[in-house]
């Protein structure tokens, strides 16, 4: 059993830059895949970016690509987000979610890829 809690959500103006954070409580962290996911008012939760368990192999959506980068430190059981560039579209509750890696260069991008969810963390970009 994993569980995760999202931190560092907030209020930031367009243009500006934030950093989510994810525990996780797995003691084999770095066995697990991780990824991120947001969720807009009205809309169907969407991927954001995926890392390998290793954390070399990352993957972006294309609306965030280059503005946003995804990390993990495996010996802190952390995963993080570092937004850049936030845009009011940006807006979203921000979920992190975790699978056991079947290699260590994968990344997963579904949803139903992932098993575990934190319970997620608002972000809230204004104009």
């Known amino acids: 059993q994993v569980q995760l809690v999202e931190s560092g959500g907030g209020l930031v103006q367009a243009g500006g830059s934030l950093t989510l954070a994810c525990a996780a409580s797995?003691?084999?962290?770095?066995?697990?895949?991780m990824g991120w996911f947001r969720q807009a008012p009205g809309k169907e939760r969407e991927f954001v970016a995926g890392?390998?368990?290793?954390?070399?192999?990352?993957y972006y959506a294309g609306s965030v690509k280059g503005r946003f980068t995804c990390s993990r430190d495996n010996a802190k059981n952390t995963l993080y987000l570092t937004m850049n560039s936030l845009k009011p579209e940006d807006t979203a509750v921000y979920y992190c979610?975790?699978?056991?890696?079947?290699?260590?260069?994968?990344?997963?991008?579904?949803?139903?890829?992932?098993?575990?969810w934190g319970p997620g963390t608002q972000v809230t970009v204004s104009s």
């Open positions: 890392i390998s368990s290793g954390g070399r192999s990352t």
């Open positions: 797995a003691r084999t962290f770095s066995s697990y895949a």
């Open positions: 979610a975790a699978r056991q890696s079947l290699g260590r260069s994968d990344y997963y991008t579904q949803q139903f890829d992932y098993r575990y």
